[in-house]
């Protein structure tokens, strides 16, 4: 049923999906401490983050709605906004921590698809891919691993930082 909310907390601690790829279409699902260690893509559904403890592969938002509500969380994967349609609402910062190359392809600089803040820690590239980003807060650039524009613009609203040691190109 479209109008349900289905909402998914680790008890006394997180909550580990390792299954199949997750595809939610016409549905809404707060997360809470969860870490997915699969794919996960938004039909037309609608992804809560409930609280600042969420780890995700990568994400294809389609034409569905990704709602940071304001919390800071991780990729160890790529994210995609690309989708006409697909909306990245109340973001907070963005950490991109995997080993392995990764992507981000906003979709574009206009309303929901800003990012607030980008944070590069991994040891694996992090390249833009497909469309511009927008930052409206601050990007920091400390992992061992190479950020690349991708021959995309960023623009960064606050702090600039790419730390000793760590590639920007």
């Not at 600042?52 to 389609?62: C, H, P, R, Y």
Request: net charge negative.
């Amino acid at each position: 049923n479209s109008t349900n909310t289905v909402t998914l907390a680790g008890s006394g601690g997180n909550f580990t999906y390792t299954g199949n790829d997750i595809s939610y279409n016409a549905n809404s699902i707060t997360l809470t401490s969860v870490t997915y260690q699969t794919n996960m893509s938004l039909g037309t559904g609608t992804v809560v983050l409930g609280d600042a403890n969420d780890s995700f592969q990568s994400i294809t938002v389609g034409t569905g709605v990704f709602n940071a509500n304001s919390n800071n969380f991780s990729m160890n994967g790529s994210w995609d906004n690309s989708a006409a349609g697909g909306t990245y609402s109340n973001p907070s910062t963005t950490t991109f921590n995997n080993t392995a190359a990764q992507t981000i392809n906003s979709g574009g600089t206009g309303a929901g698809h800003q990012f607030a803040g980008v944070s590069h820690t991994g040891s694996g590239s992090l390249t833009l891919s497909g469309n511009p980003v927008l930052l409206t807060a601050n990007f920091s650039n400390s992992g061992t691993g190479a950020f690349s524009l991708g021959g995309q613009n960023m623009t960064v609203g606050g702090t600039f930082n790419n730390s000793a040691g760590a590639v920007f190109t």
